[in-house]
């Protein structure tokens, strides 16, 4: 399970977008959900980004926008090496976790459209999407899917 800070996204006809928290930050020119991710990850640095429970001992543990923003390079620099290029397709199987933000953005990075799964349909609409949308690699989240 993982939660994002409150952050509210508001966006001009301009693509100059403005992240607020308490006070406005101007992140510049903004195209893309992948400039958006490193334009975060630079102006909020080590500011806690995306978190989760642990169910045993209900901590909570924090990924900063910094290390989701290094992870998603790393990501995308893997799919890249793997062959994946500008309008591929990256599929995705999993549920809500930090591993799909980072599989998101990482896609992004690279230029890749995210097919996005969840683990609650079936192995056959995933085999059904997966087809149609001709999508070159596909993250999982557990081996047994």
């Known amino acids: ?83 994946v290029r500008l309008g591929d397709r990256v599929a995705v199987i999993s549920k809500n976790r930090e591993e799909w933000v980072t599989a998101a953005y990482g896609c992004y990075g690279a230029g890749a459209a995210l097919v996005p799964m969840y683990e609650q349909q079936t192995p056959k609409d995933w085999e059904f999407i997966l087809r149609d949308s001709g999508a070159k690699v596909l993250f999982v989240s557990r081996r047994d899917l």
Not at 44 to 49: A, E, H, M, Q, T
């Open 1 to 83: 399970m993982f939660s994002f800070n409150r952050l509210n996204f508001k966006a001009t006809a301009v693509t100059k977008v403005v992240l607020t928290q308490n006070k406005k930050l101007m992140l510049g020119e903004v195209r893309t959900l992948h400039e958006l991710g490193v334009a975060a990850g630079r102006v909020f640095g080590n500011r806690p980004s995306i978190g989760w429970k642990c169910a045993k001992t209900g901590a909570w543990t924090w990924t900063s926008f910094a290390e989701r923003a290094a992870k998603a390079r790393q990501c995308a620099r893997g799919l890249e090496s793997m062959g």
